[in-house]
C-alpha cells in the first residue's frame, strides 16, 4: 500500500494503490482497478462523470500480429462501478486515421460516426464522444475527472491565473471547448508542446492527467487534486462559505416534517405527465449552501461542469420557505406560481437558445428545488437518478463555494449549456436508452413487508420498476427482505418501516416517511395480517379484539392515510387488500379471524365508493391457504387448524391442495402476480372487485 500523501489538509486523497493486487493483473485489469479506485470518491469524479483509458498492446484476432487497442470507458458507463466490459476498445492505428477525415470543428459531430468501425474484437460497448480526448494524447494512461476542487479553479473567473498559480507549468490551461474531436485535437497540441506538463485543466470542466503506468497516472491524479484542495482549504480558513448564513437550518426532526410535507405537492404539479420520484438531502453542505446570504446570487448561475446541469438543469428552484414569516404554508400557497415561473423560463431558454435542428423541448419542471433552513430537494423518473442529481448538485456547491474563495464563480453561459444540453448526439443517447418499465415512478407502501406474501408482492412490484415500502413489526424479517431486495433491484429501489398498523401515530409516520424517501405513493397494499383459531365459546375477548385491531382498525387506518396523501398528490392511486378466502367463506373455529376478513372486504367496498372520483381504485385479492413462506403458518394458527380438521399439520398443504378444484397450491407469487395486476395499468377501469387466488373454492365465489 503506497503512503498516502502528507499534509496539513484535513480532506486530502488517500492513494488506496495496492501493488501487490496490482501485480495480479494485466494491463487492462489494472486500468479497471484504477478506474474503480476513483470513481469511488465523489470527490474525484461524479456518478457517471469522467473516463479512463489505456492503450494497450494487444494480438489481433485476424491477424495475429501486435496492435495497440485503446481501452476507454465506454458511452453511459461510472468508473465508480464498471466492470472491464465497461470500456471501449478501439484500434488506435484507425484512429489516427480518422484525423484525415476530420472537416473542422463545425462538422466535428459526424466524426462520432466514424468510430464504430474502429472498433477492436467485435465489443458491443460504445465509444464515447470522449475517446478523441484518450486516443491523441502521446500517453499511455490517461485519467479524465472532475474533481469538486478542481472544477472550483476551472470556474473561477480567473482560472487561468489560480491554475497556473497552483500547479505552475506541471498542470496547463486550455479555454472551454465543448467535447469531442478538436478538444481531442486541442489536448494533443498541448501535450506534445509541453512534454515536462502532467495535465491540463479544462476550463469550466474539468481535469486530464496521463502516465506511463496506470499507477502513475493514478497518483499524479491524486496529487493534483490534493494540490487544489490544500489550496482551497488554505483560501477558505476560517471563512463562513458564501457570505454567512442568512437563515439558520430548522432541526433534523423539524426538516424532515416540511420535506414530508413538501415533496408530495410538489410530486402532484410535475408528476401528472410522467411519474417522478423524489430524494431529500439535509447534508451540512447542502444547508451551509440553502441558507446562505449568497444563495439569490449563485443559484440562477446555474452550474458550469456538463455533466453537472445534464443532470440537474441549468439552474435550480429556490423555493421562499422562512419558519419565522409563515412557514410551510407560504411556500405551498406560492407553490404552483413558482413552478409555473420555472417553466415559463425554462421555455424561454429553450426557444432563445434552439437551432433548426435541436430535439423538441424536453420536461420544463425544475429537477433541484433547494429549501432556506431546510434542504434540498430532486425529482426525476426514478430514485437513483433524483438521487444522482442531487449529488452532482452538491459537486456544483463545492464549485462554487472554491471559486467564490479564490475569485469570482461563473456559469456556463446559457447557449454553451443548451449546445450541451440538446446536443444531437446527446439525444441520439438518450433514445437509446431501454424503455421505462410499467410501474417506473411509483411507489408502494407495503403492510405485513417481511412476510411471505408481502415479500413476494414486493419482489414483484419491484420487477416492473416500482420502489417499495416494506412495513412490518417484525425487525429481523424486515431486514432480511430488504438485504435481498437491496441485492436483486438496488438499494435505492427499497426502504423499510418497523410499523404496528393499530398504532395512529406510528401509521401517519410511516407515511410521512415514505414521502420523504420517495417524494410521495401511489400504490397501498394491505397485507399485515394475524390468525387465530378456536370454537366460539372458547374465543377470548382479547383474540376477537386482536383480530380486528389488525385486520380491520390496521385496514382502516393505513388506508385513511393513503388517501390523505393519495389526494394531496392528485394523481390516483391504487389500494390492494390482501383479505381471504375466509371473508366470503366461514369456516369451523375461526369466527374473529373470519369476521374480520369479511370487514376487510366491505371497507375495502366503501373505500371504491369515495376513491373513485380522485381516481384512486380499491381492490382485493382473497387468497386461500398459503403456507409456504408465510409467518402465520408457523406458529400456532397451523396446530389450530390441523385440529379442526382433525389431521396431522404436516398434512395440511396437502389437505389444501386437494380441496380445491384445481388441485393445486397457492403460493406466494401467484398472490403477488393478481396484486401486480391490480396496482398497474392494466386494470386502470377496475375497481371494487375482488379476485380469488384459491385454486377455486366454489364456497367462496363472488357470485
Known amino acids: ?35 474503480n479506485l476513483l470513481g469511488a470518491d465523489k470527490r474525484i469524479t461524479n456518478y457517471g462523470g469522467g473516463n479512463t483509458s489505456a492503450k494497450v498492446v494487444e ?95 476551472a470556474a473561477s473567473d480567473n482560472s487561468r491565473e489560480m491554475t497556473r498559480e497552483i500547479y505552475g507549468d506541471e498542470i496547463g490551461w486550455l479555454p472551454w471547448r465543448r467535447p469531442g474531436f478538436q478538444l481531442g485535437l486541442d489536448l494533443s497540441a498541448f501535450a506534445r508542446e509541453n512534454r515536462d506538463a502532467n495535465g491540463v485543466v479544462l476550463e469550466s470542466h474539468g481535469l486530464f492527467t496521463w502516465g506511463e ?82 444563495l439569490g446570487k449563485l ?45 415559463a423560463d425554462y421555455t424561454r431558454y429553450y426557444e432563445s437558445c434552439r437551432h433548426d435542428d435541436s430535439p423538441a423541448m424536453r420536461d420544463p419542471n425544475p429537477v433541484v428545488y433547494l429549501v432556506p433552513g431546510v434542504g434540498m430537494i430532486t425529482f426525476a423518473k426514478d430514485k437513483a437518478t433524483a438521487r444522482i442529481a442531487g449529488e452532482f448538485y452538491v459537486n456544483a456547491i463545492n464549485v462554487m463555494r472554491g471559486a467564490e474563495a479564490i475569485g469570482t464563480y461563473r456559469g456556463l453561459p446559457e447557449q454553451e449549456a443548451f449546445d450541451i444540453e440538446y446536443w444531437l448526439l446527446e439525444e441520439a443517447k438518450l433514445q437509446r436508452m431501454p424503455k421505462p418499465k410499467s410501474l417506473a415512478g411509483r411507489v408502494a407502501f407495503i403492510t405485513g413487508g417481511g412476510g411471505g406474501i408481502g415479500r413476494a408482492t ?72 394475524i390468525s ?23 385496514y382502516f387506518l393505513v388506508s385513511r392515510e393513503a388517501f390523505r396523501l393519495f389526494r394531496r398528490q392528485q394523481l390516483g392511486g391504487a389500494v390492494v387488500f390482501i383479505a381471504s378466502k375466509n371473508g366470503l367463506a366461514a369456516s369451523p373455529g375461526a369466527a374473529a379471524y373470519c369476521t374480520a376478513k369479511a370487514a376487510e372486504i366491505h371497507l375495502a367496498r366503501c373505500l371504491a365508493l369515495e376513491g373513485a372520483e380522485a381516481g384512486i381504485r380499491v381492490n382485493v385479492v382473497n387468497p386461500d391457504a398459503v403456507l409456504q413462506g408465510s409467518k402465520i403458518w408457523t406458529g400456532e394458527w397451523r396446530e389450530q387448524r390441523a385440529a379442526a380438521y382433525n389431521m396431522a399439520p404436516d398434512d395440511l398443504e396437502e389437505h389444501y391442495r386437494k380441496r380445491s378444484m ?26 371494487g372487485n375482488i379476485i380469488n387466488v384459491d385454486a377455486g373454492n366454489a364456497q367462496s365465489f363472488t357470485r
Open 1 to 35: 500500500m503506497a503512503t498516502p500523501p502528507q499534509s496539513s489538509g484535513s480532506n486530502l486523497l488517500p492513494s488506496l494503490w495496492d501493488e501487490a493486487h496490482a501485480e495480479t493483473l494485466d494491463e487492462a485489469g489494472r486500468l479497471l482497478y484504477r478506474s
Open 59 to 153: 494480438k489481433d484476432p485476424l491477424t495475429g500480429r501486435d496492435v495497440t487497442v485503446l481501452w476507454v470507458k465506454g458511452s453511459g458507463g461510472d468508473v465508480g462501478t464498471m466492470k472491464r466490459d465497461g470500456f471501449a476498445t478501439l484500434y488506435q492505428d484507425r484512429l489516427e486515421a480518422l484525423k484525415g477525415l476530420y472537416r473542422g470543428p463545425e462538422l466535428e459531430d459526424e466524426m462520432v460516426g466514424y468510430l464504430p468501425h474502429c472498433t477492436f474484437a467485435v465489443n458491443p460497448r460504445a465509444a464515447s464522444i470522449d475517446t478523441p480526448l484518450h486516443a491523441y494524447l502521446p500517453y499511455t494512461h490517461v485519467d479524465h475527472m472532475h474533481p469538486d476542487a478542481v472544477i472550483a479553479i
Open 213 to 294: 503506468t496506470a499507477r502513475e497516472c493514478y497518483e499524479t491524479t491524486l496529487r493534483i487534486i490534493n494540490k487544489a484542495i490544500a489550496f482551497l482549504e488554505e483560501k477558505t480558513a476560517g471563512r463562513a462559505p458564501f457570505g454567512g448564513l442568512r437563515q439558520a437550518p430548522l432541526d433534523a426532526r423539524a426538516r424532515r416534517a416540511v420535506a414530508a410535507q413538501l415533496m408530495p405537492e410538489i410530486r402532484a404539479r410535475i408528476g401528472r405527465d410522467e411519474r417522478k420520484i423524489g430524494h431529500f438531502d439535509d447534508s451540512e453542505v447542502v444547508l451551509d449552501f440553502v441558507g446562505s446570504h449568497d
Open 299 to 343: 443559484a440562477p448561475l446555474g452550474t458550469s461542469c456538463p455533466d453537472h446541469f445534464l443532470r440537474t438543469k441549468i439552474r435550480p428552484l429556490v423555493l421562499p420557505f422562512d419558519a419565522e414569516s409563515g412557514g410551510i404554508e407560504t411556500v405551498l400557497s406560492g407553490l404552483d406560481e413558482a413552478i409555473a415561473a420555472y417553466r
Open 458 to 529: 414486493a419482489e414483484r412490484l419491484a420487477t416492473d420498476g416500482a420502489c417499495v415500502v416494506l412495513a412490518d413489526i417484525d425487525a429481523e424479517a424486515l431486514d432480511r427482505a430488504k438485504a435481498d431486495l437491496a441485492g436483486r433491484y438496488g438499494a435505492d429501489m427499497v426502504r423499510t418501516v418497523m410499523l404496528d398498523v393499530t398504532d395512529e401515530a406510528a401509521v401517519a409516520e410511516g407515511f410521512a416517511g415514505m414521502a420523504v424517501e420517495y417524494g410521495g405513493g401511489d400504490i397501498l397494499v394491505s397485507n399485515a395480517g
Open 532 to 554: 387465530s383459531s378456536a370454537p366460539i365459546e372458547t374465543t377470548e375477548l382479547s383474540m376477537w379484539n386482536r383480530n380486528i385491531d389488525i385486520l380491520a382498525t390496521g
Open 662 to 687: 384445481l388441485k393445486r397450491s397457492v403460493l406466494p407469487a401467484d398472490v403477488a402476480e393478481a396484486v401486480a395486476f391490480l396496482a398497474g395499468d392494466a386494470s386502470a377501469k377496475s375497481t
